[in-house]
């Protein structure tokens, strides 16, 4: 037998399969989807077994595998289909694609181990291989043990399985349970462990054993031999208690979310967009359209743009589905993740919820992919392998013949299209599940306020709103997408703006540490006083952060209790859990946060929003800068007046009649996009072409020029109607010390994209000068 190999190297010479043997004492064992250990030159490396044939045209020079590190394949066939397509479309090498699509879990170091189904039914020469153990550990077994140990897992004798080689840091509880509390003896210390496990009547982590006791572990492991008490290992399921909530099954759907439910087909391919307003009960019907698939004996995935930023979601449908559900969630310790995973590929669970990369989730029998928040840019990995999970969740729906619904109260105008066109169908929730209407909009207009003298970063509608909010016991959420407390420093002299060294970007001031910051590269430089240029000491702060709101909005209501939530105070997942919950039960009165805060949110007592600048994201350099402004807008908009109070919304901006400021205003989803669809038809963009960027990347300015002015050349000689933009400075130019200029394509025919797909392994292994192909 051989098998063809993907071996985990960066390289354009080696990103092909190579043929390996197939010793004997594995050939019961590997299959396609199975990691191996190979000699690739004077190294063994990581592969990936792609294939397995009975021969090969270069039998005569292949070498045998070394050895397996899976006991069951961690890749199923249609995933390789789906690296080998990421890899040939999004620019990559096929052994990181593949690597993508095995979970940090299944990367950390375990044992190999065999497990008899009845200790009975061994007999012979596997039978003395065991011996008095009840289970082998395969790392341990000569490779003559190992083929009868395969000979047997093949006729049903024995079972392969793997246990994680203990950790300090995995989440891994040593239990200690009480066999039988009938044992005469003389030491007092023996017999008080015997009395306080019978005492217990169950089952005693043994760190709290041994300091409630002043027990040595000598003491323990005597009574284990003498078969009194017993040591396993147990997963700490206390986060996953934290995510768990009541969920009511009798819970129905109303009338219009079952004219939607009714609507969907599980018995063919087809992409439904779900468009239903903020608090329309789109998760209720997602649970039901699972119950459905569940029924019908076939599998679930459901996708959410991070687990830890939608805890209400996520935690219904654990209340929903506890028992067959795998939630990947951020804050799993290794050891959970490991735990989820091998469930997972075992079959143990039907239900698979997690953010992108749980596409990747290896469950057969699908019955239907759900992708909630389906606007949210989080789904496309910006990163190698760059791929865009809801483009695979269509892979995957078409293979298995199967519903992918996309759910959102803001869909992207690129899906719209698409479901006003026949191409998905259009399913949708036009009121709030519990009948409330829509939260009232306020447009403030800041150049009225600055015209009446308030040089203050808050409106005077939105001052007197959140006093009066305040003082009602409710809650507020004041939303500005920038941290930090001033957006740059500038001398008032002689105009310098205080840049980052490597970047070429103003550094950004945090009050909190009273230094400026570089958002890009992370450099990190005192505050200044006096001007690096002219000397002076008139330098001025401009602009506003989530920092300077805070102070702001304090100073406003000294006894209000406020919460900052950005990437400053959030460093890990625990931390957002920590503030929802604060905010949850009414710990604090005002959340001042960015985008953070604008999804997965449903409090009964906020009944104020707050946009401090709509304006920030319409000013953005991207084509669908219109299209991020509204679905940032309109999603923190939703996040008030969910219950039985009702909602107030306060935008303040300098361009009151955008249509972007105006349609959230109304709420009105069809004038926004009548609009912007109009817009995009007019210069030629997504959904009317697809628009493709080129970054190219060096150190040198001189040669990023250069290599950029070639590659214009030469896309241009293809004969083809695309629209070709630049080379133009990328903002920021310079990145990390890192220059960058950028090419756009706005592709109307495949033409300029085959010329695309050849450019980029011109550069893979250029130490001088690096390339990024990204289809926006």
Not at 55 to 75: G, T, Y
Not at 140 to 147: K, R, V
Not at 250 to 276: A, M
């Amino acid at each position: 037998m051989f098998a063809e190999v993907i071996i985990d190297i960066k390289n354009k010479q080696i990103n092909r399969s190579f043929d390996y043997i197939v010793p004997k004492h594995l050939e019961a064992l590997i299959k396609p989807g199975f990691r191996v250990i190979v000699p690739f030159g004077r190294l063994k490396r990581t592969g990936y077994v792609v294939n397995i044939k009975d021969s090969s045209e270069f039998s005569n020079n292949a070498k045998e595998i070394a050895d397996c590190l899976d006991v069951k394949p961690v890749l199923n066939d249609e995933l390789i289909d789906i690296a080998k397509y990421i890899a040939e479309n999004n620019f990559s090498y096929y052994s990181v694609a593949l690597d993508a699509m095995i979970p940090r879990a299944l990367k950390v170091k375990y044992q190999k181990i065999a497990v008899p189904y009845s200790k009975d039914k061994l007999t012979g020469e596997i039978k003395d291989l065991f011996g008095r153990r009840k289970e082998l550990v395969l790392d341990s077994l000569s490779n003559e043990a190992l083929a009868l140990v395969y000979k047997n897992v093949e006729d049903g004798i024995l079972y392969l399985d793997t246990k994680l080689k203990k950790k300090k840091d995995d989440n891994i509880i040593k239990m200690v349970h009480l066999i039988s509390d009938e044992f005469n003896t003389r030491s007092k210390k023996k017999a008080s462990v015997i009395d306080y496990l019978a005492e217990a009547d169950s089952d005693i982590p043994l760190d709290i054993l041994k300091e409630d006791m002043g027990i040595s572990m000598p003491v323990l492991n005597e009574l284990a031999a003498d078969g009194i008490i017993s040591f396993y290992d147990k997963i700490d399921e206390s986060i996953k208690d934290e995510i768990s909530v009541s969920y009511d099954s009798s819970n129905e759907l109303n009338d219009e979310q079952k004219e939607v439910f009714k609507r969907i087909s599980y018995d063919e391919y087809k992409t439904y967009l779900l468009h239903g307003v903020t608090g329309s009960g789109k998760t209720l019907v997602y649970i039901k359209a699972i119950n459905e698939v569940i029924k019908k004996g076939k599998n679930a995935i459901m996708l959410v743009p991070e687990i830890s930023l939608t805890p209400q979601v996520t935690s219904i449908l654990f209340g929903a589905f506890k028992d067959s559900i795998a939630i990947l969630h951020s804050r799993l310790s290794t050891a959970e993740r490991y735990q989820e995973w091998k469930k997972i590929i075992s079959g143990e669970v039907r239900i698979v919820v997690g953010a992108r990369s749980a596409i990747f989730a290896p469950l057969k029998n699908l019955g239907i992919i759900i992708v909630d928040e389906a606007h949210e840019g989080s789904y496309i990995q910006s990163n190698n392998p760059k791929y865009n999970a809801i483009e695979i969740a269509k892979m995957r729906a078409e293979k298995y013949s199967i519903p992918l619904i996309l759910g959102t109260a803001t869909p992207k105008v690129t899906d719209y299209y698409y479901a006003t066109n026949g191409i998905y169908e259009l399913l949708e929730l036009k009121k709030r599940a519990n009948n409330k209407p829509m939260p009232e909009v306020k447009i403030a207009d800041l150049r009225q306020e600055l015209k009446n003298g308030n040089k203050s970063v808050l409106s005077e509608c939105l001052k007197d709103e959140i006093k009066k909010c305040y003082k009602e016991g409710n809650q507020s959420i004041l939303f500005i997408n920038r941290r930090g407390y001033s957006r740059f420093v500038m001398c008032r002299s002689c105009g310098t703006v205080i840049k980052c060294p490597h970047c070429d970007v103003a550094l950004t001031y945090h009050d909190r540490i009273n230094s400026l910051v570089c958002h890009h590269c992370g450099y990190v430089q005192s505050n200044t006083t006096v001007c690096p240029t002219c000397g002076s000491d008139k330098i001025r702060y401009v602009g506003s952060g989530t920092e300077k709101i805070v102070e702001q909005v304090q100073t406003l209501l000294p006894e209000a209790k406020i919460l900052k939530v950005d990437q400053d105070s959030i460093d890990k997942m625990e931390d957002y859990e920590g503030f929802y919950k604060a905010f949850k039960n009414h710990e604090a009165d005002i959340i001042v946060g960015t985008q953070m805060i604008t999804k997965g949110l449903d409090f009964k007592d906020v009944t104020l929003v707050g946009v401090i600048n709509a304006d920030l994201s319409l000013q953005y350099p991207v084509y669908d800068s219109n299209e991020v402004s509204f679905n940032l807008i309109e999603q923190v908009a939703g996040r008030c007046g969910r219950a039985e109070k009702p909602g107030l919304v306060v935008i303040q901006t300098y361009n009151p009649n955008h249509f972007v400021i105006q349609s959230c205003k109304n709420h009105d989803y069809d004038t926004y996009y009548k609009a912007e669809i109009n817009n995009r038809e007019n210069t030629v963009m997504p959904p009317f072409s697809e628009c493709i960027q080129i970054v190219i990347k060096s150190a040198d300015k001189y040669l990023a020029k250069k290599e950029a002015d070639i590659i214009r050349r030469n896309l241009a000689e293809a004969k083809h109607s695309s629209v070709i933009l630049g080379p133009i400075e990328a903002y920021p130019f310079k990145k990390n010390d890192i220059y960058h200029y950028q090419i756009q394509i706005q592709a109307v025919e495949d033409s300029v994209l085959e010329k695309t797909r050849y450019l980029y392994p011109l550069y893979q292994d250029n130490k001088d000068i690096s390339i990024e192909i990204t289809r926006m």
